[in-house]
């Protein structure tokens, strides 16, 4: 059974760093993509990038190139979305997806989500 | 950058058809998706490329795209499909239309 488990709810001040966690079990990590999703409180859902652990291959949507870093370490299955600094508008709920095949980008397997609340 | 356009919300009565569209200008080219989520969930995939149902996806949903359109349909839409629905589609990323909220009352 393919699952993705993400790390738990974290409460950060602004200027703070931080890095978020996704586990996969139950398929070959390095064969499939893994995209990040924010959600804003009451907002919908944004596409931030994706990453291919295979090879490190990651790539950005504009709105957040630059914002934030996506990283995997395969020898233990785990994708990562990170912060250097946080902003109070980093605020979100930050879900973790795999595609159903290794060439496609849109998730049907999702993590339970992370909450990252940033406040003073 | 792409953008994908859905109506802010969308209101049928039971039993009724509900039709959310998502506008973009690379849809003709690219496949759209919909997906589906409930307060506090995180989104299922209710359709794939542009029309295709996943398993345990009621028969009720369904999906269609023309020209710069994609169309989620809800044929006898039910109390429980009650949710915010999202399209997605890629161009050199992936993106997300703004969601629409489908009361069903």
């Known amino acids: 059974e393919v699952q993705l488990v993400q790390s738990g709810a974290e409460v950060k001040k602004p200027g703070e760093s931080l890095k978020i966690s996704c586990k996969g079990s139950?398929?070959?990590?390095?064969?499939?993509?893994i995209g990040w999703v924010r959600q804003m409180p009451g907002k919908g859902l944004e596409w931030m990038g994706i990453?291919?652990?295979?090879?490190?291959?990651?790539r950005y949507s504009p709105s957040f190139q630059g914002q934030v870093t996506i990283s995997a370490d395969k020898s233990i299955s785990t994708a990562y979305l990170q912060w250097s600094s946080l902003k109070a508008s980093d605020t979100a709920m930050y879900y973790c997806?795999?595609?159903?095949?290794?060439?496609?980008?849109?998730?049907?397997?999702w993590g339970q989500g992370t909450l990252v609340t940033v406040s003073s | 950058s792409y953008e994908l356009t859905q109506p802010p919300s969308v209101s049928v009565s039971p039993g009724q058809t509900a039709r959310i569209t998502c506008s973009g200008d690379?849809?003709?080219?690219?496949?759209a998706y919909w997906y589906q989520q409930k307060s506090g969930q995180a989104p299922v995939l209710v359709i794939y490329?542009?029309?295709k149902r996943p398993s345990g996806i009621p028969e009720r949903f369904s999906g269609s795209s023309s020209g710069t359109m994609a169309t989620l349909t809800i044929s006898g839409a039910q109390v429980e499909d009650e949710a915010d629905y999202y399209c997605?589609?890629?161009?050199?990323?992936?993106?997300f239309g703004g969601g629409t909220k489908l009361t069903v009352l």
């Open positions: 997806a795999r595609p159903p095949t290794s060439s496609s980008w849109y998730g049907v397997y």
């Open positions: 690379a849809l003709p080219k690219k496949y």
């Open positions: 990453i291919y652990p295979g090879d490190s291959d990651t």
């Open positions: 139950g398929y070959s990590f390095t064969s499939y993509w």
């Open positions: 490329e542009d029309s």
């Open positions: 997605y589609s890629t161009d050199s990323s992936g993106v």
